[in-house]
Every structure is written in structure tokens, then in C-alpha cells.
């Protein structure tokens, strides 16, 4: 864990030490206590400054980024606001391949903070050339002194967690949490926080939330990577076509399917009945708690992880005519409450 200090030197060491805060409203229905760590508390705005950190200072440590060097990596945004405040500190240049259906906030504040960007096509396997996992591949390989941290496979994600996420989250419960919840991609986040918080108290469950076209959630009870799992769907920054060397299994103890429309209508309740403006991720994290309430007692303190802040989603999940266009609305086989009016 990073000190709190009065003056910090420079931005990077204000990452971490996020709040923990009660859910109250949303969570009258909910048996437990529910608290939220948010990590849009962080100068990125989402809980990746974490991990991007941690990355570049192992590749610093082991001398696989010089001075002036480049940093290239496939990001969903969030890695890439990170990466690009740990380059600007430090002095490098940074490139990211963005998939076509991050959103435009995304892309537009990864340039704003003076990285190159490529916008790549979503719906081709990871292994077509066109993939922004192979895109990031391939400028790895044509640009001298350049560091690809990949950080699906890349061991500091997971480290970073296991080494802050997780103590924050159990000084904060003074070790009364019982269950951690929290959307998967990278699996960085919940593997690291699950390892931390197990080995503390091996009762803890650890609940990872999936989405509909994603591989996790079959592979994780069946052992099967399912092809026919994979379809392109629309929440951004969780699920994934492929299993990340990150995702570790054994600390998961279920995953929750979460539909698009879910996701994104909890997304809205959560700003207006906790004032919390969260991104699309964290919707589907809550709804997790929701699905699995029926498992839930009184004496069970519940902490949900909220990855990024909402601005970067107000021309998608908090727009109307954007949630109009895909069902989203005033529809009626939703098991999320429509706020649309509210
Ligand atoms: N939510 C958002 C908004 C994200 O950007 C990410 C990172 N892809 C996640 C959830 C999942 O976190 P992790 O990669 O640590 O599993």
C-alpha cells in the first residue's frame, strides 16, 4: 500500500487508497451490508492506474523500458489512462489499440493525454491480424525500444491488486468482509484482491461478474473453452474471447451472468440513488449482488468493486437515445428497476 501523504511528489503517488462507502437506498432489498470500493477515486478515474504502475515499474526494474522509450498496449481505455499517466511522469511515449466499441469519451480523453491511438475491429477473433491484440503485436515489433506489457498475461496486473487492492479492502472491513464482487476481464482485479483476501480468511467468497458472449463463466465449471460461448455484446471493460493467463480460477468461487441491458439500467440507478456516476461495469457488478441475494444473510458485509468513473459513458449508458436504440428502455422483461423517469 502506497503512504497517504500532506504533498505528493507527482500524481502517481496519489494511486490507491481509494473510499469505501455504504450502499443505502439501492441496497434496502439486499440482506447484507453492501459497501463499494470506487476506484474512479484514483487520478485516472478507474482502478487500472493501479496495475498500469505496477507494470511499467516491473519493466523499469527489469530493464525492459529505457528512458524515451515507447509503451504499446491493447487497452479497453482505462489501462490506457493509466499507462498514460505513468508515461507522462516518467517520460515515455505510449500507443494504444482500442477495440471500435470503446466509447468515444475513451478515446478521446487517451489523446487528450497525448497518446497515439488505433482503433481496431471488435468483432474478428483475437488472432486475425486486424485484432487489437495483434495490432499491438505487430507496432511492438516494427518500433524500436518499445515495451508491450499485454496485460492480460502480464503478472504485475494481478500483483498490483494482491498488493494494494486487497490490504485497502480488509483494513477497511477490519476483516469483516465475507464476500467480494466484481466484473472480470483482464481477471487482474479479482484475482489479485481473491488471493489477498483468501489467504487472510479462506471463507471469503469471491464473486466474479461475466458477460453473455464471454468465455469465463462455462470454462470456469466445466473446464471447457466453449467456442460457441463468443458473440460480441455490448457492456465494455468485462468478459473475454480469450482466457487471460491473469485469470486465476482457484480463488473464484462463481460467475454471474450479466446481460447488456441489466448492466446498464443498474448502472443508472446507482447515480440516482447513491451519486455515485460509475461506469458500465459497475451495473453489472451490482447486479451481481442482486442475482444472488437469495444467498445472502444479515450478518454478511458484501464489498463491490466499482471500476471507473460514469463521464466516460454519458454518450452511452446515460444517454437515452443511446439506450432507446437498443431495447434498453421502457421495455418489459428487465430485472433491473427502469429509472428512465425517476
Ligand atoms: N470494468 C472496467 C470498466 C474495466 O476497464 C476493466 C478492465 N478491463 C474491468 C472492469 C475488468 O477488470 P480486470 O481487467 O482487472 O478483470
Redesign the pocket.
Known sequence: MRPVKKIYDNLLETIGNTPMVKLNKIAEDIPATVLAKVEYFNPGH???DR?ALQMIENAERDGLIKPGGTIIECT????GMGLALAAIVKGYKLICTLSDKQSKEKMDILRAMGAEIHVCPTNVAAEHPDSYYSVAERLNKEIPNSFYPF?YDNPG?AQA?YESTGPEIWEQTDGKITHFV?????????SGVGKYLKEKNPNIKIWGADTYGSVFKKYHETGEFDENEIYSYIT???GEDILPK??DFSVIDHFEKITDKDGALVTRELAKKEGMLL???AGSAYQMIRQMKHTLTKDDVVVVLF??HGSRYVGKVFNDDWMRDRGFLNTENSTALDLVKG
Request: aromatic residues 4%; without cysteine; hydrophobic residues 25%.
Open positions: 478507474s482502478v487500472k496495475m479497453s481505455g482505462n489501462t496485460q496486473n491488486h466484481v466484473g472480470v476481464g483482464t481477471g487482474g482485479t479479482i465494455e471493460g468485462i491473469n485469470v461506469g458500465y461495469s471500476h471507473d
